[in-house]
């Protein structure tokens, strides 16, 4: 690799740093961030000798083939051009690089698509058919309905639910607070009878407890995110429900109205 983008490996690095402790990124945005700037970088390989040499025509051409190669959607390429957007103005306000050379390029219209939300008869076809998952997982029933049980009526992020600590469940006040969510804020959750009936059980199998993490794995440490989407996308396959264009985060759009009238009697 030529020096050039030897420097930019070292930039892309102080960059995945800065937006995991400064901006708090999760993990998956670390990842997809990383996955397109490696990519971009592979590209600028033999076709710069350091960082002021990256002009507005050579991403533009990199953008564009990306779009015919990989047909991306409007959305996608929105976000293709966001993380470069704020990877060069990162090394521009940092002295690494004299001018963001994306500054000219123009973003395209973002498609908000409709949320894909779980109806209330797929969710309980799903709760009903955990229970007859494949043998190997059939030990985890109450581990994995608490994990649907808290997507659907607590509304939370895959990697939020995965940060769970039982510090973070309160059983008297029947409330778990999510700490330092979306934004760096934290805040505090109603949870809802079913919820609090498989955390019953589920501490009641846990006790002693070894391991602070609300949701383990088979090794009892936290449960990864591989492993998690693993599970959700297992469970929405055996009940017959995946190929309606579920995911664990679609499980998040019921739960507004519940936790606003909920947390209305919280606060009186």
């Not at 050039?4 to 995945?16: D, P, S, V």
């Not at 070894?210 to 090794?219: R, T």
Request: glycine share 4%.
């Amino acid at each position: 690799m030529n020096t050039g983008n030897f420097q930019l490996e070292q930039y892309l690095q102080k960059y995945l740093t800065y937006l995991q402790i400064e901006k708090n990124c999760s993990p998956t945005t670390l990842h997809c961030y990383r996955a397109e700037l490696e990519k971009l970088l592979a590209y600028l390989d033999d076709k710069i000798a350091n960082a002021n040499d990256i002009k507005i025509d050579l991403l533009r051409d990199y953008i564009y083939g990306s779009c015919q190669k990989r047909k991306l959607s409007p959305n996608s390429i929105y976000k293709l051009i966001s993380i470069f957007k704020s990877f060069f103005n990162y090394l521009e306000e940092n002295g690494f690089m004299e001018k963001n050379p994306t500054r000219a390029i123009r973003l395209p219209r973002k498609i908000k698509p409709i949320p894909k939300a779980v109806s209330d008869d797929d969710f309980k076809r799903l709760a009903d058919c955990i229970k007859f998952s494949p043998a190997r997982c059939r030990k985890n029933y109450i581990r994995d309905s608490l994990i649907f049980y808290i997507l659907y009526y607590c509304g939370l992020r895959r990697c939020e639910l995965l940060n769970l600590s039982w510090e973070d469940i309160d059983l008297g006040k029947q409330w778990l607070i999510v700490r330092c969510g979306k934004n760096k804020k934290d805040r505090i959750i109603p949870l809802h009878p079913k919820v609090m009936e498989f955390l019953d059980l589920y501490l009641t199998q846990r006790l002693p407890l070894k391991n602070n993490a609300l949701i383990i794995g088979e090794q009892g440490n936290k449960l990864n995110l591989n492993s998690f989407n693993n599970i959700v996308n297992m469970h929405l396959l055996v009940c017959g429900i995946k190929k309606k264009g579920y995911s664990a985060h679609s499980f998040r759009h019921y739960v507004e109205c519940y936790i606003m009238v909920s947390v209305a009697a919280i606060v009186r």
